[in-house]
């Protein structure tokens, strides 16, 4: 009964709020919002540049409020541009409420005999569909900054042979935008859009190494603002700077290289548990379904999981060596 109430609360709850985003984004609610952004925007007499171009942090308005002027708002925010992600915070944030929901009414129906302990169960399956969104938004945001980070020496290469060829700077990074492939071309390309708008040079170039969250794209940043404000060969400078990218990538490889057997032995430990609980379950079903349907049972299941998770973590983190 308890389990029955709590999906239907959480239904009611999901479908309410999809239909207030369906509505909140209507062509005339558009037009009020823009019409409202353009008179505040009058009644200021001169707006920054870098504030022109921040991105919204809300669609939803029901949300909106939840979503910006806050820590964790902007952290999201620059969490979902280095993952390359074309959502805004409020949208991020009802994919999660929507898979918490998911998983909570499943988890509701599939345990809504079990008593107290599939409630139990029920909402750990909930905070596991929140969670779930934010682990991949981790994945692609790593996986973006190490492609755009093998792409970083060979852009190096082109930005310093077109200075050298008598090129002005976005000159260059416009002939490399057009020989390089995405991910780093999308963000050189709005970083010539940014400097279309007019915004300044250096705002342009910091905005690109927040949105990326690459260390070796930052050190370029660095190297570049340095260059403008205290003089110097710019394309010296960029090769010195490939140089070093290239050297990082090499020392990295020869740690992934040490590392391996470690790495392998972490995916066998990690691995190895559930392998071996799913052969006993094959072999002896009668005496692993008292794991399953009593409530101590339940309770050293859930213990195992939450230790075995605890332990690949672990391992990740201290195989993890930064150079």
């Given at each position: 009964m308890?389990?029955?109430?709590?999906?239907?609360?959480?239904?009611?709850?999901?479908?309410?709020?999809?239909?207030?985003?369906?509505?909140?984004?209507?062509?005339a609610r558009r037009a009020e919002a823009r019409l409202s952004r353009l008179d505040r925007t009058k009644e200021k007499e001169s707006t920054p540049v870098e504030n022109v171009l921040r991105t919204d942090t809300g669609t939803f308005p029901l949300l909106r409020g939840f979503t910006t002027g806050n820590a964790w708002s902007a952290r999201t925010a620059q969490d979902l541009a280095q993952a390359g992600w074309g959502l805004k915070v409020s949208e991020y944030l009802l994919i999660r409420i929507f898979a918490a929901a998911a998983a909570l009414i499943l988890g509701a129906l599939l345990l809504g005999s079990a008593g107290p302990g599939g409630v139990l169960i029920a909402i750990i399956l909930g905070a596991v569909g929140f969670m779930l969104p934010a682990v991949l938004l981790r994945y692609y945001r790593s996986r973006r900054q190490r492609a755009i980070n093998?792409?970083?020496?060979?852009?190096?290469?082109?930005?310093?042979?077109?200075?050298?060829?008598?090129?002005?700077?976005?000159?260059?990074?416009?002939?490399?935008?057009?020989?390089?492939?995405?991910?780093?071309?999308?963000?050189?390309?709005?970083?010539?859009?940014?400097?279309?708008?007019?915004?300044?040079?250096?705002?342009?170039?910091?905005?690109?190494?927040?949105?990326?969250?690459?260390?070796?794209?930052?050190?370029?940043?660095?190297?570049?603002?340095?260059?403008?404000?205290?003089?110097?060969?710019?394309?010296?400078?960029?090769?010195?700077?490939?140089?070093?990218?290239?050297?990082?990538?090499?020392?990295?490889?020869?740690?992934?290289?040490?590392?391996?057997?470690?790495r392998f032995t972490g995916l066998v430990l990690s691995v190895y548990p559930i392998f071996l609980g799913a052969l006993f379950f094959a072999l002896a079903p009668g005496t692993w379904k008292v794991l399953f349907e009593s409530e101590l049972g339940r309770i050293l299941l859930i213990s195992a999981a939450t230790l075995q998770v605890m332990g690949m973590i672990t391992i990740r983190r201290i195989l993890a060596l930064e150079v």
């Open positions: 308890t389990l029955a109430i709590i999906a239907s609360t959480l239904a009611f709850v999901a479908v309410a709020a999809l239909i207030l985003a369906v509505t909140s984004i209507s062509p093998g792409q970083l020496a060979e852009m190096l290469s082109l930005l310093s042979n077109s200075l050298r060829s008598g090129f002005a700077f976005t000159q260059a990074v416009e002939l490399a935008a057009k020989q390089l492939g995405p991910p780093i071309t999308q963000e050189l390309e709005r970083f010539l859009h940014d400097i279309s708008l007019g915004a300044p040079t250096d705002v342009a170039l910091q905005q690109m190494a927040d949105r990326t969250g690459s260390y070796d794209l930052d050190m370029m940043v660095s190297s570049i603002m340095i260059q403008r404000n205290t003089g110097g060969n710019l394309s010296e400078i960029l090769d010195n700077v490939a140089d070093t990218i290239r050297e990082r990538e090499r020392l990295q490889g020869e740690i992934r290289a040490l590392t391996s057997s470690q």
